[in-house]
């Protein structure tokens, strides 16, 4: 072998950002553009092969029997015309700003066109601008573009700061299912069960004629057994709502609780999860999945871990009681998650 020879490969760095460069002065020239982008009456030029490499929704549209594949403009719907820009910027650059005023548009526009290193900034803005003020707006964003660990994220949060939350005027602004969800959990952090009921008539007055028809189903969820019969006398001889709602004032009177705990059994278990495979390729789809062995070795289920666990590495896990608390790795981010092994699932932890 000649040593005067020098082994150039993919581990030259210069290379990606060189490319990049060339690629945006082709388009600061305005040189080979080959179709133009639509929004809101913005016309964006670009190269269709950036395209293509860069989003999902762009190869589909390219390189399948889509009618604009041979289209010279191309009007993209449901997006607005400074995210698709932003979004075209970033495919040349590499480089994109966030701020709590593009945050939603860009990510829905991301999130549409399929463009995962856009969504994962997204997120993780999200994440990092978590507050009382701005879980509720999350919550509901999150579960729209079915991002479900970060809308269970969300709504932990919320209920953690349950205080704080409900009064936001995001609360009562609050989808009525979302409201079930808030209340329903035994980690909803409300000192006393007044509070809740309190919360569910602030939301319920706020729009009374369209909502009074949600309280029997939203009370269901409060533990009147846990109610002060005082407060309790005073709701039934005082407030028109629950007065004219038979079924819950019977409920309130006998103070019956909806949330009675079934007993439960337990038994010994060993959870795996995590790791990488043997050519230490981490992507591995194995490693999407958490085990549940019997003290034999034998595989009784499996559950899907939270993207969150898929994307990080050198997270640390102790068991609490009988369930397992994970928290650390790579992504530098205050937060823990917490799997319940009574009910099989993963829940997010506020820090």
């Not at 990049?20 to 388009?27: A, M, S, V, W």
């Amino acid at each position: 072998m000649d040593d005067s020879l020098a082994n150039w490969g993919p581990g030259d760095h210069q290379y990606p950002p060189w490319f990049l460069n060339r690629l945006e002065g082709l388009r600061s020239e305005g040189l080979m553009f080959d179709v133009t982008l639509c929004a809101e009456g913005r016309e964006i030029p670009c190269h269709r092969l950036v395209l293509s490499a860069y989003a999902d929704y762009f190869h589909a549209m390219f390189c399948g029997v889509h009618s604009e594949s041979k289209k010279d403009r191309i009007e993209i719907l449901g997006v607005s015309a400074e995210a698709l820009q932003q979004l075209v910027d970033y495919a040349y650059t590499s480089r994109i700003t966030i701020t709590t005023d593009n945050i939603q548009p860009l990510y829905e526009a991301a999130n549409m066109l399929q463009i995962w290193p856009v969504e994962q900034h997204c997120e993780r803005f999200l994440i990092d601008h978590m507050s009382p003020q701005t879980c509720l707006g999350i919550w509901v964003l999150t579960d729209k573009m079915l991002c479900t660990y970060l809308a269970e994220m969300a709504r932990s949060y919320a209920a953690k700061y349950f205080e704080e939350v409900r009064k936001m005027e995001e609360f009562l602004e609050l989808p009525v299912n979302f409201l079930q969800k808030l209340i329903k959990y035994d980690d909803l952090n409300a000192k006393k069960e007044e509070e809740v009921v309190e919360a569910v008539m602030l939301w319920a007055r706020h729009d009374l004629k369209e909502r009074q028809k949600h309280l029997k189903e939203l009370l269901e969820y409060v533990r009147f057994s846990h109610l002060d019969p005082e407060y309790l006398k005073n709701i039934i001889e005082t407030d028109k709502e629950f007065a004219e709602a038979t079924e819950i004032i019977k409920e309130l009177s006998e103070g019956q609780s909806t949330h009675a705990r079934s007993c439960q059994t337990f038994q010994e278990e060993i959870l795996l999860f995590g790791g990488i495979s043997e050519d230490g390729d981490k992507e591995d789809e194995d490693h999407n999945d958490m085990y549940r062995l019997d003290v034999f070795g034998n595989c009784v289920d499996t559950t899907t871990l939270p993207v969150f666990f898929r994307e990080s590495r050198g997270f640390a896990a102790c068991v609490l009681g009988s369930d397992v608390i994970v928290t650390g790795g790579t992504w530098s981010m205050r937060m823990a998650w917490r799997y319940s092994s009574s009910l099989n699932t993963w829940t997010f932890l506020p820090l």
